[in-house]
């Protein structure tokens, strides 16, 4: 499956960075893989924090790179 914007929410802020808040049923593998977000590339910066649930599974992903052509991020440990 793909991103799906209905599924993405701003949070607020922290910290200069954005939160967001993202759902799928998604596993958290294709979730954090390079250009998931690609599609929100204009509204994303490097530092921005997205919390996700993935097909049942929650954890954080951070933005680390952010271009027209990429979006690299890296999840943390999954929590409950």
Request: proline content about 4%.
């Amino acid at each position: 499956m793909a991103y799906d914007p209905t599924r993405m929410s701003l949070l607020g802020s922290a910290g200069g960075a954005m939160v967001w808040s993202y759902q799928s049923t998604d596993a958290k593998a294709t979730i954090v893989a390079a250009n998931y977000f690609l599609p929100l590339y204009t509204r994303l910066d490097p530092g921005d924090r997205i919390h996700c649930l993935g097909n049942g599974v929650a954890f954080d992903a951070v933005v680390t790179a952010v271009s027209s052509s990429s979006v690299t991020t890296l999840s943390s440990a999954s929590y409950a």
